[in-house]
């Protein structure tokens, strides 16, 4: 599809100053780019477009009444979607099983902060069964369309989220983020996925995967627009026991150079993909020119802090939430998503203090590794799948997927995947840029910076970066 104009953040914002597009102008645009593609299989509820109309009409008559106020609504106009496993008052939310699906009564904490900033919601979008999956392919509502190449899985657990950002229908959208539901969606679809520090979002409102790990993310076209989404929906949420209250500087000054650390040779997985690995190590000369020195640092205890959020006793807390209807009625399950509750309900309390354990001797080992580098760099994935190869091994290539994405909230990081070059067969590569809780700021203006000089198009969208 052709669009006549850029759904990010600069644009909308340039031509609303001008006078050139209204908020009422761009819910039609939407609408119709969401009519023109068809059956993408990315949404799961749309909102009556009569409906964001109207919310688009009462907001350009509240943003008069606030510029005479001298108020700002820093998300003014800008459409978003939300995975559904987000609650927003009176729409259902299904997590992608009908069985489990519910009217919410209320809305979630991060959706009211956006509204209040201007945003202006379109729907719900599609995702691996209970966010489940690193694939995109989970679900009772079908694949969603990977924006670049259609014969690639669009990633998980967020595909419909990061699908409508990088197929022009939004302007941004939430995901949520357990082992890299927030980042690998975003590397298959050439777009910014960010994951902040855990506590600076809320979850009142989220079915939880694991509630003592999970995250909310952001999809954007690039990096200033998902920090400027974070920067309007944090806060401190007393209905969100794991809230954090303190101080995080989203915009510290830039540094002129930093560390960032890489795995050795025996420790980068690019599982035969001789494309991605030549893509990542051009994405290392990037880093270099912006003032970066790599550091070699031993990996090891990060891949083991990763195999135990999907390997070990953690797998047991994502039944909490379905226990009910999995012990009930087990068949409305997707299969691999049913495996996933089965192996759960077998673990014992022992394995779970066991794992409690690992972790905290894990912390220690990454935490010298953390003296030695500002930040981690390593590829979103290792490698790209077709969706014909995840049907045929979709445990092993899901497992596969999360070797570098898993243990980032175990360990309490932030993290941003960001869109590298294009790779030689045209396909996009994918660099995540982590580091220790509340470096957000930093690692944003890393990414940034990286971003710009890849002068790679924006999703799949052809429009290049503003």
Not at 146 to 167: E, H, K, T
Not at 376 to 398: M, R, S
Request: hydrophobic share 40%; glycine share 8%; net charge negative.
């Amino acid at each position: 599809m052709s669009f006549s104009y850029s759904l990010d953040f600069q644009t909308l914002a340039s031509n609303y100053k001008a006078g050139m597009l209204t908020p009422t102008a761009v819910v039609a645009e939407v609408f119709s780019r969401i009519q023109a593609s068809g059956d993408d299989h990315v949404w799961t509820h749309v909102l009556p477009q009569d409906e964001v109309m109207q919310a688009a009409r009462a907001l350009e008559e509240r943003r008069r009444r606030q510029n005479e106020s001298g108020a700002e609504l820093p998300l003014y106009g800008l459409p978003f979607a939300i995975k559904d496993n987000i609650d927003v008052a009176g729409l259902p939310t299904t997590a992608a099983c009908p069985a489990y699906a519910y009217i919410a009564d209320k809305t979630a904490t991060i959706v009211d902060a956006l509204r209040d900033a201007g945003a202006l919601l379109i729907g719900k979008t599609n995702l691996d069964q209970f966010a489940n999956g690193l694939v995109g392919i989970r679900s009772p509502y079908g694949v969603s369309r990977n924006a670049i190449d259609p014969r690639y899985i669009p990633g998980g657990s967020s595909p419909g989220s990061a699908v409508a950002v990088a197929s022009g229908l939004v302007s941004f959208s939430l995901g949520t983020d357990t082992g890299g539901s927030g980042r690998v969606p975003a590397a298959y679809n050439n777009i910014v996925g960010l994951k902040p520090t855990r506590g600076l979002l809320s979850t009142a409102g989220l079915i939880p995967v694991n509630r003592g790990v999970d995250c909310p993310s952001v999809f954007a076209l690039i990096c200033s627009d998902a920090y400027q989404v974070l920067a309007a929906a944090r806060g401190y949420d007393a209905r969100d026991p794991f809230s954090y209250a303190g101080e995080c500087d989203l915009d510290p000054p830039r540094r002129k150079d930093f560390r960032f650390g890489i795995p050795t040779r025996k420790d980068l997985n690019f599982f035969e993909d001789a494309a991605t690995e030549k893509a990542f190590h051009t994405n290392l000369e990037i880093l270099k020119n912006l003032g970066g020195t790599a550091v070699e640092i031993d990996f090891a205890p990060f891949i083991e802090a990763g195999r135990l959020l999907f390997s070990g006793p953690w797998v047991a807390e994502r039944l909490v939430p379905v226990k009910e209807l999995f012990f009930n009625k087990p068949d409305v399950f997707h299969p691999t998503t049913r495996a996933i509750f089965e192996r759960a309900a077998k673990l014992s309390a022992t394995e779970a203090f066991e794992g409690l354990y690992r972790l905290a001797e894990l912390k220690v080992q990454t935490a010298a590794e953390w003296r030695n580098m500002d930040c981690l760099v390593v590829p979103t994935t290792g490698t790209l799948h077709t969706v014909e190869a995840v049907e045929a091994d979709p445990i092993k290539l899901n497992t596969d997927m999360g070797y570098y994405t898993y243990y980032v909230n175990l360990l309490v990081l932030c993290a941003v995947a960001v869109p590298g070059v294009v790779r030689d067969d045209g396909l996009p590569s994918s660099l995540s840029v982590i580091a220790p809780s509340f470096e957000d700021g930093m690692i944003r203006h890393i990414a940034a910076s990286f971003h710009r000089q890849t002068n790679v198009t924006l999703g799949g969208t052809g429009f290049p970066h503003p």
